[in-house]
């Protein structure tokens, strides 16, 4: 049996609305011209895919899964259109970046800034968020690649190394801690901790390494914002973990004072996530090109072309 894409395209627009006059207006036909083709597309499979229940149309558990299908192809066909359109008009088009907001500071202002500088045309819409929540937006189709710590992630997502973030332990100079000319994590157990919110991909980073050396801080507050981070610790007896670049200013001014660490700083991976199976369009394969050539540490795979 051939399948006639444009009964199954009527079938589509008719399930979305479960209204013969609104699937007519939506495909810029006739009402009757929605019902013949229906009626067709039932007709080719042999088998009845919907009924009327009083002045509503009902699918069949057969027409339900052909409609969901159909979902699934006709996603595909406007990806297809999608990419023909950026082929027909090369460096133009928009990049939707979600970061965390540490990296939004401190990696992402300068390769943003390179990327611009090769495609000006390409808008950049960057969004900050935590790495749970832009990988949430990834997955749902809200931004075209995300930055975020390494994690485990699910199948559908595909990652690239991106840098290694080194977070350094901070406090006031006339904290107890910053007296000293090296301390061990374990010192950290009658401290007052100051970390990011959950989800984040720093917080997960610093809760691991304490885990290792079985240390629970005296207390630990927790906050999305960077900048309250940073007034906590300056005006109370806290200690907080933070890039270097993003304390630059305090700690030049004698604001905040950086502690050693015996086992060393903090350090783990940043990747750029993009979704496996959508196709990669060109900003996304340009602003990845970019990132590779910047990152100094190991190598990366190179970029597919789909």
Do not use: W
């Not at 939506?26 to 009327?52: D, T, W």
């Not at 928009?94 to 992402?108: N, Q």
């Not at 940073?230 to 905040?256: H, I, P, Q, T």
Request: glycine share 4%; proline share 4%; aromatic share 8%.
């Amino acid at each position: 049996m051939a399948i006639n894409l444009k009964h199954l395209e009527t079938f589509y627009h008719f399930c979305q609305f479960h209204n013969m006059t609104r699937a007519a207006e939506s495909m810029n036909v006739s009402q009757p011209a929605i019902s013949q083709q229906i009626q067709l597309f039932q007709e080719e499979c042999g088998i009845k895919l919907f009924y009327r229940e009083g002045n509503q149309y009902r699918l069949t558990d057969v027409g339900e899964s052909i409609f969901l299908l159909s979902k699934v192809i006709f996603a595909r066909l406007d990806q297809i259109q999608s990419l023909l359109e950026e082929a027909r008009t090369p460096g133009c088009g928009v990049l939707r970046i979600g970061t965390t907001k540490d990296y939004a500071v401190t990696l992402m202002p300068e390769l943003v800034s390179k990327f611009q500088d090769q495609f000006p045309q390409i808008v950049v819409k960057l969004n900050e968020g935590n790495s749970f929540d832009l990988l949430a937006r990834l997955r749902n189709r809200k931004e075209d690649l995300v930055v975020v710590a390494r994690t485990n992630y699910d199948t559908c997502f595909k990652s690239f190394p991106f840098a290694i973030v080194e977070l350094v332990l901070v406090a006031r100079p006339d904290h107890p801690l910053s007296q000293k000319n090296m301390v061990s994590i374990k010192d950290l157990s009658e401290a007052l901790l100051i970390i990011r919110e959950k989800g984040s991909g720093s917080r997960d980073a610093i809760l691991r390494k304490l885990s290792e050396y079985e240390v629970k801080p005296s207390a630990i507050i927790e906050s999305g914002s960077l900048s309250f981070m940073l007034a906590y610790v300056e005006r109370r007896m806290g200690v907080s973990f933070v890039m270097s670049n993003e304390v630059s200013e305090e700690l030049s001014k004698g604001l905040l004072k950086k502690i050693d660490l015996a086992e060393g700083n903090i350090e783990f991976p940043a990747d750029i996530v993009v979704l496996r199976e959508r196709p990669m369009i060109a900003p996304v394969r340009q602003f990845l090109s970019i990132a590779i050539r910047k990152r100094t540490e190991n190598s990366l795979e190179e970029i597919p072309k789909q």
